[in-house]
């Protein structure tokens, strides 16, 4: 067969799981945080959109409250995707941790490459989703997208009675970052980090840093910060509103 006419070999499949099965304890009083609307429509459609937006990205499965499910699957079938993008919705458990595995094991079979993504994250740019992508097909097995600190991070002493902390002490901030999602990996390192750790962490990353696997960053974006605080619906409004002015002309 000559060169012309083998065919290239297949792109690799990639996949985003988006936890959202969290209730938003410090978002307040309300709807589980995911179903909370920006701009009338609720945060999951923006995130899953954003996932959708990448046209690498094939497929989304997106972890639902655990009693949740039936209503996130018509949530979704009421906002359409790009014709290229599948998803399946599955529920969720008690841990961010849990149910970004339930979400991991709903996987079909041929996704190489997958993206774990907070439903909380509902702005992140396509081209940070892209970007990550790009790193973990250039090789990496894992990719976090990340920002440089504004603020100063102290380390303290935690006192459960209330009383003042200890700062313990203050790391150089040059060296630190602010991790976002999407986390982009190859599969079978996600599946085993998952498998192998059951410590309690706050990102995927992490667990395949304790696998000793190497994990690098990409530039984060400041659109891509995670709505945990009342504070953050007035920023994450705010930032749809600039996007529409912004189209508009
Ligand atoms: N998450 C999840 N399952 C859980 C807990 C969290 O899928 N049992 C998801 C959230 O829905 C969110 C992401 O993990 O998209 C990041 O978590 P966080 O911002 O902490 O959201 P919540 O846990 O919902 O918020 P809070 O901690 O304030 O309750
Ligand atoms: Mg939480």
Known sequence: MSDESRPSPPEPR?????????????????????????????????????MAASRAVSLVVVVAPPDGAAEVRTLLDAHPLPERTDFLVVPGGESRQESVKCGLDALPDGVDIVLVHDAARPLVPVDTVDAVIEAVRDGAPAV???????DTVKQVDPRADGSPEPVVATPERSLLRAVQTPQGFDRDTLVRAHTAVTDDVTDD????????????????????????????????????ARRRLNDGF
């Open 144 to 150: 976090v997208p990340a920002l440089p600190l504004s």
């Open 205 to 240: 990353a992490s667990m395949v840093e304790r696998l000793g696997t190497p994990v690098v960053v990409v530039p984060g974006h400041e659109e891509a910060f995670k709505v945990t605080r009342p504070l953050d619906l007035v920023l994450a409004e705010a930032v749809l």
């Open 14 to 50: 990639t996949a985003a799981v988006i936890p959202a099965a969290g209730r938003g304890v410090r978002l307040g009083p309300g709807a589980p945080k995911a179903l909370r609307a920006l701009n009338g429509t609720p945060m999951l459609v923006h995130a899953v959109r954003a």
